[in-house]
Structures are given as C-alpha cells and as structure tokens.
C-alpha cells in the first residue's frame, strides 16, 4: 500500500513540474528580432513543424501546412517581402547581420472557414515553444507580401500564406516590464523592452 502511495505521489510531483516547466517557457519566452549568424539544425526545424501539425484544430479540419526556408539564398530572398519593424532598421527589414537562420510560412487552404485562423494562432504557438526549449527564438511577422511569397514559393491556387516566422538563437534579451500606461515598446541602451498590461487590469472574475 504504501509503495502505491509513494508511486503515486511521485507521480504527481512529476506532473506538477511539467506544469511549471511549460509555465515558466510561456512567461520567459519573449519575441526576438535579432539574431545570431548560426544555422539551425533541420530536426529542430522538423520537430518545430510537427508540434504544429499535432496542434488543436478547430472540428480537426486542419487546413494547414508549412514550408520551411533554410537555404541562404530562398531566406534571402524571402526576406526582402518581410517587414520587421521601424525600431529594428529604417528600412523595415531585418538589420543586416541579424538576419533570422529559418522561416517557417504557414499557408491555409483558401476555402477554410473563418476559424482557420485559431488553428494558426494555437500552431505558430507550439512552434515557438518547441523553438525556445531548443533555445532558439523567433518572431510572428504578419507584415509581409503575401502574393510576391505566394509566388516566389510556388504555393498552389487552393492555398494562401498566412504567416511568417522568423527562427534563430537570440542576438539580443527583451526585457519584461509591467506598465499602467500604453504598452508600447522601447529601446533604451540597445535593450529592447517590452511593457504588459498587469493581471489586474485584464483578469475579470465571473463578470467584467
């Protein structure tokens, strides 16, 4: 009896750290814009894309798929349609040795209904999960070209690029504030912080 009791008690322990485990990687886990001149290896790349795969999708339709850039000239190419930001360069685009190591663009099938875009959400997600426990981070980047891509990469007709994100070891440490005020970012020092809302002002228990 009693080594049932210990057995299950170590059990749960176990379950108990993998939920802290998985908490503590969504709260450390910042957006990165600055990267290390350093290649990714595929089977992280691989092992990125099927945590998406496997990803909830709405009544499982899963109308998904991916394609991923790794060679330098694709990557080059692709990055010239992708805007990073104006605090990044002033030309928008990713500053020059920084550039990301990998894209992954996720395309969706062009007659997905409107909830195609929570399965993207819940996919881009997994990949930057599975991308930081390989200390790699990345950025979603919705400000891109989506037909100049559509056409570079061959994408079927019955298919259309959704996101982009970018993939390298992290070049630079976003830093983590809370803010009462506009949660704009800054950098201040060469250190990119990013202000949240506090829980406060967003949880609402039982009504607003």
């Not at 749960?12 to 990714?40: A, D, G, H, S």
């Not at 390989?134 to 056409?151: T, V």
């Amino acid at each position: 009896m009693l080594r049932i009791e210990n057995r299950k008690q170590k059990e749960n322990t176990i379950i108990y750290n993998k939920i802290i485990m998985i908490y503590e990687n969504i709260i450390k886990k910042r957006t990165i814009r600055l990267f290390k001149q350093k290649p990714i290896d595929y089977q992280i790349l691989k092992k990125c894309i099927d945590a998406a795969r496997q990803s909830s999708s709405a009544r499982n339709s899963q109308p998904l798929e991916y394609i991923l850039i790794d060679d330098s000239k694709t990557l080059k190419n692709m990055l010239s349609l992708i805007n990073f930001g104006g605090f990044i360069s002033e030309d928008k685009k990713a500053k020059k040795d920084f550039e990301p190591a990998a894209l992954i663009i996720i395309i969706a099938k062009k007659d997905s209904e409107d909830y195609y875009k929570y399965d993207v959400g819940i996919a881009a997600q997994n990949i930057a999960l599975i991308a930081y426990e390989n200390n790699i981070g990345c950025c979603m980047m919705g400000a891109i070209e989506k037909e100049e891509i559509q056409n570079a990469l061959n994408v079927p007709d019955n298919y259309f690029v959704d996101l982009v994100i970018s993939l390298g070891y992290p070049a630079e440490q976003p830093v983590l504030e809370e803010t009462d005020s506009e949660p704009e970012y800054y950098r201040k020092d060469d250190v990119l912080h990013v202000p949240k809302r506090k829980l406060k002002d967003v949880l609402h228990r039982n009504k607003y």
